[in-house]
């Protein structure tokens, strides 16, 4: 470990929990994972479905795995979300035509109007979450997590 970042580590003898970055990160998705639950409560929605449905609006017809791949999610969980999403009228799963292994997911009339809903509520979260702050430096933030995502993910 190089001396440039040792401040920002738990190792060093006079380490501040709040000096280390990914302690700010998973604060951050939890306090937005509480917030937009709670918005999503009075459709009957959690923030797990919520990111399954945004995800098929973002890429219709994806498949089990795209959709896992795009939710940071294990294939069997998000199997799970997406079998409730159908039991609740929201998606419609079909098998690709070249190859029948594959299940493709569509969002259904009911599933589009839920994320308009969706968006709406968390369009009110994200105005909060970015109070005081600049569209350039919003972007500039996730230019700054586009990074290290990549980072980790060599």
Same mark, same amino acid.
């Given at each position: 470990?190089?001396?440039?970042?040792?401040k920002?580590?738990?190792?060093?003898?006079?380490?501040?929990?709040?000096?280390?970055?990914?302690?700010?990160?998973?604060?951050?998705?939890?306090?937005?994972?509480l917030?937009?639950?709670?918005?999503?409560k009075?459709?009957?929605?959690?923030?797990?479905?919520?990111?399954?449905?945004?995800?098929?609006?973002?890429?219709?017809?994806?498949?089990?795995s795209?959709?896992?791949?795009?939710?940071?999610?294990?294939?069997?969980?998000?199997?799970?979300?997406?079998?409730r999403?159908?039991?609740? /009228?929201? @998606?419609?799963?079909? &098998?690709? $035509?070249?190859?029948a292994?594959?299940?493709?997911?569509?969002?259904? +009339?009911?599933?589009?109007?839920?994320?308009?809903?969706?968006?709406?509520?968390? /369009?009110? @979260?994200?105005?909060? &979450?970015? $109070?005081?702050?600049?569209?350039?430096?919003?972007?500039?933030?996730? +230019?700054?997590?586009?990074?290290?995502?990549?980072?980790?993910?060599?």
């Amino acid at each position: 470990m190089t001396k440039k970042y040792s401040k920002f580590l738990p190792s060093t003898e006079d380490f501040n929990i709040e000096q280390f970055p990914y302690y700010w990160v998973t604060q951050v998705h939890a306090q937005y994972v509480l917030n937009v639950d709670h918005a999503l409560k009075k459709y009957g929605l959690d923030n797990s479905r919520r990111r399954i449905l945004i995800a098929l609006k973002a890429k219709p017809n994806a498949s089990v795995s795209d959709l896992s791949d795009m939710v940071v999610s294990k294939m069997s969980t998000t199997t799970k979300i997406v079998y409730r999403l159908k039991e609740e /009228g929201l @998606v419609e799963t079909y &098998s690709c $035509e070249d190859d029948a292994r594959i299940t493709r997911v569509i969002l259904t +009339d009911q599933g589009h109007a839920m994320t308009e809903k969706i968006n709406d509520l968390t /369009g009110v @979260v994200l105005e909060q &979450s970015f $109070e005081g702050l600049t569209p350039l430096q919003i972007e500039k933030m996730m +230019d700054s997590l586009r990074h290290i995502f990549n980072n980790l993910s060599r």
